[in-house]
Nanobody
Framework: QVQLVESGGGLVQPGGSLRLSCAASGSIFSIDVMGWYRQAPGKERELVATITSGASTNYADSVKGRFTISRDNAKNTVYLQMSSLKPEDTAVYYC???????????????WGQGTQVTVSS
């Protein structure tokens, strides 16, 4: 199995910053794509940002210019630096990873348990 553990959520005022981290562990041969999704109350889960093993990135239009995704391949960790936060960024943020297992060489797709981000004054 491949487990993802997020950290770094919390309460922040509008205009503030937060940095989320997500570490993958378990039987990992390679991770092709890591990313962040979010789900606000009463809304569907939506893409925030993704990053490939070659550092190609993709962002939702709503976060472009404010959020930055990065990863440390040696640590199997992905980060999300969030700046200029708005109340509408309030959501549970989920980490995801897609790759290949070391033990079976089969593909995996895993999700973290989620971390709450609340933007409020």
């Amino acid at each position: 199995q491949v487990q993802l553990v997020e950290s770094g959520g919390g309460l922040v005022q509008p205009g503030g910053s937060l940095r989320l981290s997500c570490a993958a562990s378990g039987s990992i041969f390679s991770i092709d794509v890591m990313g962040w999704y979010r789900q606000a109350p009463g809304k569907e889960r939506e893409l925030v940002a993704t990053i490939t093993s070659g550092a190609s990135t993709n962002y939702a239009d709503s976060v472009k210019g404010r959020f930055t995704i990065s990863r440390d391949n040696a640590k199997n960790t992905v980060y999300l630096q969030m700046s200029s936060l708005k109340p509408e960024d309030t959501a549970v943020y989920y980490c995801t990873a897609v790759g290949v297992r070391r033990d079976s060489r089969s593909n995996f797709s895993s999700w973290g348990q989620g971390t709450q981000v609340t933007v409020s004054s």
